[in-house]
């Protein structure tokens, strides 16, 4: 394979973590791996909500830790919450510096959203609903301006090179259906900060190319990967038939917005005392029981948003009138929808994987603050704090290169093996059919037979990133025979005490395990 030696550091992503952390590495040179033109195809751009943080006097870092252990469900480490919620404050400010246009009152204070399982509103928001969109504009913004920060727009991560159990190298391809060979890419340092899985599934709400590849080439380069089986379902996603589905924030029922099925029924006030505002897994089981009844759920924004909808959350308002939905006239259909994937790489307090020289931040990586089930608005949160972590680990570690740095070009020739895109619809389709909002045994031994053929079928490192991970949620959701936060079994249906400590799973011993399993029922 052709190799490009650089002394940069290698950022594979180009989302809010992969950004911010670039930022705050300058003006150390850095080349960012961006499959996609700047801004686009990164869930952080998609995201609604905002971002979570005690901005009030009267809210506090302590109480939004404690709301934070409470969503999770016994799996979160409570150092990790307290720190993450004690920094928040610090990186809003930040952000705003850079320039990111925050909703303000009249006084000049943060619009803060209320959210589910947040005992306070505490999300600061732009524009109604244009968090992610915004805070993405105003720091590639920034990144346009920093000489040391390369981007390499259209190029995709594909594989890590490993010795001593050290990361040395990464292969990249050409991200148009990766038809190229592949060119190994030997930096000072490497940080990972791809996103998640959510694409893995036929039903999300994620960009079409964020499916666990980033997850899936650590685990097969040999990173432990904890919390595999955490997968959040967001409850409103809109059920309009689009792929990926788009997303009815959580903030419209923080507005009020009701949950009512086909008959008008109000159905979440049968099953917990905070009824539209409680916990995201709990919303997302009662909606996903009201699909699986025929009774069609929907938001319905009507009376507690109505006509102002437009420009309270312009894009809800967008997603519905392409769907020739009036949101003030007529409830939004919704179905649950794999929307953010707690597991992750494995990562301690400094943002270090267990291979060496590799840092992970954002979605791609576990870092013990979601535990079971993540609150609503704290995924960008953690992005922030854990890029800004990597950041200084890196600079702490390896020492600064003297002089410039060369731009690297990548001469991308020969054929590569793009994915079959028939064996991804299948592995999606296994992944919602099985692996989905209600799991058991039987339908998780059936993905685990399904994915393992349809590894057979396609050699593109790109398909065999995806089946990793989704071997290591399979076998990790077979092995927690509990139910617990996101992860729901219906055969076994109670959170057993003691049983909160986090998952953790090589790829190696996930492939022997499951190799185990499928002799034993073949
Ligand atoms: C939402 O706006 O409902 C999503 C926010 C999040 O996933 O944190």
Known sequence: MKTVTTDRIVIVGAG?????????????????????????????????????????SGDSPESHARDTLNAGAGTVNADVAQMVTR????????????GTPFDRTDDGEYVLSREAAHSYARVVRVKGDQAGAEIMAALIDQVAKTPSIQVLEGTMAVSLDTEDGKVTGIAIQDSNET???????RGAGYLLAGGGSGGLYAVTTNPPRIRGQVIGMAARAGAVIADAEFVQFHPTAMDVGEDPAPLATEALRGEGAILINKDGERFMQALHPDAELAPRDVVARGIFAQVQAGKRPMLDTRDSIGAEIKELFPSV?????????????????????????????????????????????GEASSTGLHGANRLASNGLLEALVYARICAEGIEAQIPAPTGTSAAISLDFQGDGNPPDAEAVTALRQTMTNHVGVVRNAEGLMQAL???AALEQRDPSPSFQNMCATATLITLCALQREESRGAHERSDFPDTLPGAGERSEMTYANALNARDTLLKETT
Not at 338 to 359: E, F, P
Request: aromatic residues 4%; hydrophobic residues 45%; charged residues 15%.
């Open 16 to 56: 809010l973590g992969a950004l911010y952390a670039a930022l705050k590495l300058a003006p150390r040179p850095v080349v960012m791996i961006s499959p996609e033109p700047l801004g686009k195809g990164a869930s952080s751009a998609w995201a609604q909500g905002g971002v979570a943080a005690a901005m009030d």
């Open 87 to 98: 920094e928040a404050r610090d990186h809003i400010l930040d952000l705003t510096t850079m």
């Open 179 to 185: 038809r190229s060979a592949p060119i190994m890419l």
């Open 317 to 361: 308002a967008e997603y519905c009138a392409r769907n020739g939905i009036d949101p003030a006239t007529d409830p939004i259909p919704v179905a649950p929808a794999a929307h953010y994937h707690m597991g992750g790489i494995k990562t301690d307090t400094s943002g270090q994987a267990t291979l060496g020289n590799l840092w992970v931040c």
């Open 449 to 451: 037979h399904n994915i």
